[in-house]
């Protein structure tokens, strides 16, 4: 399947030198970039924050595909929109009974609006909002740590998304490598975040292009 995103994530990246890894992953065939953006509250390594956001945005011409890992994503909606975001995608289980509203303030910047969903949270708690947003994103590991082991039954959302909405794009993020790729475009995936895989590999060109 050739027509899927691969969305790298920075987290695995070399972040003294973040401008001529984001040239690397141009030059290697990357669609997106992946920010894990955590705020040792909701998950509890520190990551990022938008002024970084704002400095990759002036270096790259790749979409930034920012992934809220922070409790009341709201507040912070508006600083990573005018970073530069193209996606942003916060958590359901973050966001409470504010899911709604952290869509609309999304979509009000013109940026295209992503929910994501932790390993033990069901397609069913997330059913009315998946037509009200452009991606989900289906965690198959637990958000926090890179490295971890892909839980297959986690992936196994993806086709029940779908279910509700073929147009929504669907994003998996969590162990992915040249087998969990395969498993997670044969259900329908349409964007795959990979970090520990593509920048442990020599050669960043064939990591990448393995994954399509």
Same mark, same amino acid.
């Given at each position: 399947?050739?027509?899927?995103?691969?969305?790298?994530?920075? &987290?695995?990246?070399?972040?003294?030198? &973040?401008?001529?890894?984001?040239?690397?992953?141009?030059?290697?065939?990357?669609?997106?970039? !992946?920010?894990?953006? #955590?705020?040792? !509250?909701?998950?509890?390594?520190? =990551?990022?924050?938008?002024?970084?956001?704002?400095?990759?945005? *002036?270096? =790259?011409? &790749?979409?930034?595909?920012? !992934?809220?890992?922070?409790?009341?994503?709201?507040?912070?909606?508006?600083?990573?929109?005018?970073?530069?975001?193209?996606?942003?995608?916060? !958590?359901?289980?973050?966001?409470?009974?504010? =899911?709604?509203?952290?869509?609309?303030?999304?979509?009000?910047?013109?940026?295209?609006?992503g929910i994501s969903i932790k390993p033990k949270t069901s397609v069913?708690e997330i059913a009315d909002l998946i037509k009200k947003v452009d #991606?989900?994103?289906? #965690? =198959? %590991?637990?958000?926090?740590?890179?490295?971890?082991k892909f839980m297959p039954d986690c992936a196994d959302k993806i086709?029940?998304?779908?279910?509700?909405?073929?147009?929504?794009? %669907?994003? %998996?993020?969590?162990?992915?490598?040249?087998?969990?790729?395969?498993?997670?475009?044969?259900?329908?995936?349409?964007?795959?975040?990979?970090?520990?895989?593509?920048?442990?590999?020599?050669? #960043?060109?064939?990591?990448?292009?393995?994954? *399509?």
């Amino acid at each position: 399947m050739s027509n899927i995103i691969i969305s790298p994530s920075i &987290l695995s990246s070399d972040f003294a030198n &973040l401008e001529k890894e984001l040239k690397k992953l141009e030059q290697n065939g990357a669609d997106w970039v !992946h920010i894990d953006v #955590m705020d040792g !509250h909701f998950v509890p390594n520190l =990551t990022i924050g938008a002024p970084v956001v704002k400095a990759l945005k *002036r270096v =790259t011409k &790749l979409p930034l595909d920012v !992934h809220l890992m922070i409790d009341n994503p709201q507040k912070y909606i508006k600083d990573f929109a005018l970073a530069g975001a193209d996606y942003i995608t916060f !958590h359901y289980e973050a966001a409470k009974d504010n =899911t709604d509203e952290v869509i609309e303030l999304i979509k009000s910047y013109n940026i295209k609006a992503g929910i994501s969903i932790k390993p033990k949270t069901s397609v069913k708690e997330i059913a009315d909002l998946i037509k009200k947003v452009d #991606m989900v994103l289906v #965690m =198959t %590991v637990e958000p926090g740590f890179g490295g971890q082991k892909f839980m297959p039954d986690c992936a196994d959302k993806i086709n029940e998304i779908k279910q509700y909405s073929q147009s929504v794009l %669907v994003e %998996v993020d969590g162990g992915i490598n040249e087998e969990t790729a395969k498993y997670c475009k044969n259900l329908g995936a349409d964007v795959l975040v990979a970090g520990y895989y593509i920048y442990s590999k020599a050669d #960043m060109k064939e990591a990448i292009a393995s994954l *399509r």
